[in-house]
């Protein structure tokens, strides 16, 4: 069990995930937010100093996100170009100096806490929604009954963000954080989760199953704290699978596109066990649960399955028109 590890080796494994999330993202040309990197190099640096490879990789991904955003600096990740007071406080945090100028140092010390809010989604910036973070497992049950338990035709949307390494329980390893959406009550609730034990988790488990007696779960993929390998099974619909074929699953970002809708994925690895999530953690959280309910509401089913289906029949047709050339 990785909390059995001692302190040396859990701070280079978590300091190895770090360069290693970042590079994965960085390599596939996807977008990582400044708020994001800081978080993450800040998350690392309270585990231990940075070393060896690892510091080696960090300082060359924050390097290139300060320079291009990402490897081929396209329009999209130019927008994510990290500023160069960002890029001085992650490289005062990686090397262990205190940064020149005061609001360096301010980035340095409180990392995204310092930063403004970037994504702005309307629909939660005007009221509409209420966002409830909650860490407290009686709390946010008590949510759940004044709210979510009642009886409605509406179904309650569900997406789950992960820790960058195993949190230490025997079950459900990663799980940080459970969103939960109700557009009915226009109530999300954003349970933390990343400091329960085994016994916890049960408990979320059984506040689920029975909230799954009243109301239809929609989920995206497969969400293991619904549908494990071992022990209950919890019901629920997954709005993947209509839009997928074999292998080819996918990803939210796309199938919200199909429906003319823009969501933002750079904060995907941010630290999502710090003590109190940024307002952008909380967007990026609130918004992958929420736009399950617009897609599954949506008159536009029928065309959007119809045109991956031909999508993907044009791709078949060009990777055996390719293949045939290569003969």
């Known amino acids: ?18 360069a290693s999330s970042m590079q994965r993202r960085i390599s596939k040309d996807q977008p990582i937010s400044q708020s994001a990197a800081l978080g993450l190099i800040q998350m690392g ?12 990789q960090l300082l060359d991904i924050v390097k290139k996100l300060r320079h291009q955003g990402a490897i081929d600096g396209t329009k999209e990740n130019i927008k994510y170009r990290m500023t160069e007071d960002v890029y001085h406080a992650c490289c005062g945090i990686l090397l262990n100096r205190s940064c020149e100028t005061s609001w360096q140092r301010e980035l ?66 990663r799980l940080a954080l459970i969103t939960l959406c109700d557009p009915r009550a226009r109530k999300i609730l954003l349970w933390r989760v990343d400091d329960y034990t085994d016994h916890n988790i049960t408990l979320v488990r059984e506040a689920l199953d029975q909230l799954s007696a009243k109301r239809d779960l929609v989920v995206f993929g497969h969400e293991e704290l619904l549908t494990p390998k071992t022990g209950f099974k919890i019901p ?10 074999g292998g080819d699953m996918i990803s939210l970002k796309k199938l919200a596109k ?15 066990t710090r003590r109190y999530l940024t307002e952008d953690q909380k967007q990026y959280a609130s918004m992958d649960a929420y736009i399950l309910y617009e897609i ?10 119809e045109e991956l289906a031909k999508d993907r029949e044009n791709k078949k047709n060009l990777a055996g028109k390719f293949s045939t050339m290569q003969v």
């Open 1 to 18: 069990m990785a909390y059995l590890h001692s302190r040396p080796n859990r701070t280079r494994m978590l300091h190895r995930e770090i």
């Open 45 to 56: 640096d309270r585990a231990g100093q940075y070393r060896g490879k690892h510091l080696d």
């Open 108 to 173: 340095q010390q409180y990392g995204p806490d310092a930063l403004s809010p970037t994504l702005n989604y309307s629909i939660f910036n005007d009221g509409t929604f209420e966002i409830i973070e909650e860490w407290e497992g009686e709390r946010a049950e008590r949510i759940l009954e004044n709210f979510f338990w009642k009886p409605s035709k509406t179904a309650v949307y569900i997406d789950t963000e992960g820790s960058l390494i195993d949190l230490p329980r025997d079950t459900f390893k």
């Open 236 to 245: 629920c619909k997954d709005l993947q699978k209509p839009f997928s074929s």
């Open 258 to 272: 199909k429906f003319d809708f823009t969501i933002e994925k750079a904060e995907t690895i941010s630290d999502w």
């Open 296 to 305: 599954d509401i949506s008159p536009k089913w029928n065309a959007v399955q």
